[in-house]
T-cell receptor
Framework: KAGVTQTPRYLIKTRGQQVTLSCSPI?????VSWYQQTPGQGLQFLFE???????NKGNFPGRFSGRQFSNSRSEMNVSTLELGDSALYLC??????????FGPGTRLLVL | ELKVEQNPLFLSMQEGKNYTIYCNYS?????LYWYRQDPGKSLESLFV?????AVKQEGRLMASLDTKARLSTLHITAAVHDLSATYFC??????????FGTGTRLQVFP
């Protein structure tokens, strides 16, 4: 069974731009969550989607948004990028609220 | 606000030795997770602990959960170099929201 995939794997953007990251969950998984990992703040929850509905949201500004499609694939968007948005963005999928399986991540660098 | 604290933050240990990583959390939860992360890599699931008194073992790693004390431990037995990585505990809230600890960077040397 294929694991969680994320695209792109690496991304370089400049301040003020926007970016869209994509996540394809494991087949059959309907829940997708997003996390941001930085050296300073560690791993922080961004949001969670289930059947195209956002079920949970973390404490991030409105510049961070996401959505989920009918095939469970998910995207997250960050608008008006700031230097502090440089991070590893991880997507995780789960079948039930037990094990969450993480993708390889998208490493975003904002210059 | 839920806080998840791990200690130690950094652990340097000799091969063959035993040690324990502690994970304390500040609110009630019925799910506790342990993950491993190698440098530059993603998170690998190690254990999911779902009830008070749960104990799980895989190889040289054993995890336990005490929900009354809000404490989970990850015990390392006879460490080997391949265990060098960063270990995170995470508390499950609601459906699939995880709150992660700060991580424990483990370095095993000969």
């Amino acid at each position: 069974k294929a694991g969680v995939t994320q695209t792109p794997r690496y991304l370089i953007k400049t301040r003020g731009q926007q970016v869209t990251l994509s996540c394809s969950p494991i087949s059959g998984h309907r829940s997708v969550s997003w996390y941001q990992q930085t050296p300073g703040q560690g791993l922080q929850f961004l949001f969670e989607y289930f059947s195209e509905t956002q079920r949970n949201k973390g404490n991030f500004p409105g510049r961070f948004s996401g959505r989920q499609f009918s095939n469970s694939r998910s995207e997250m968007n960050v608008s008006t990028l700031e230097l502090g948005d440089s991070a590893l963005y991880l997507c995780a999928s789960s079948f039930s609220s037990e094990t969450q399986y993480f993708g390889p991540g998208t490493r975003l660098l904002v210059l | 606000e839920l806080k998840v604290e791990q200690n130690p933050l950094f652990l340097s240990m000799q091969e063959g030795k035993n040690y324990t990583i502690y994970c304390n959390y500040s609110t009630t939860s019925d799910r506790l997770y342990w993950y491993r992360q190698d440098p530059g890599k993603s998170l690998e699931s190690l254990f999911v602990l779902l009830s008070n008194g749960a104990v799980k073992q895989e190889g040289r790693l054993m995890a336990s959960l005490d929900t009354k004390a809000r404490l989970s431990t990850l015990h390392i037995t006879a460490a080997v170099h391949d265990l060098s990585a960063t270990y995170f505990c995470a508390v499950g809230l609601g459906t699939d929201k995880l709150i992660f600890g700060t991580g424990t960077r483990l370095q095993v040397f000969p």
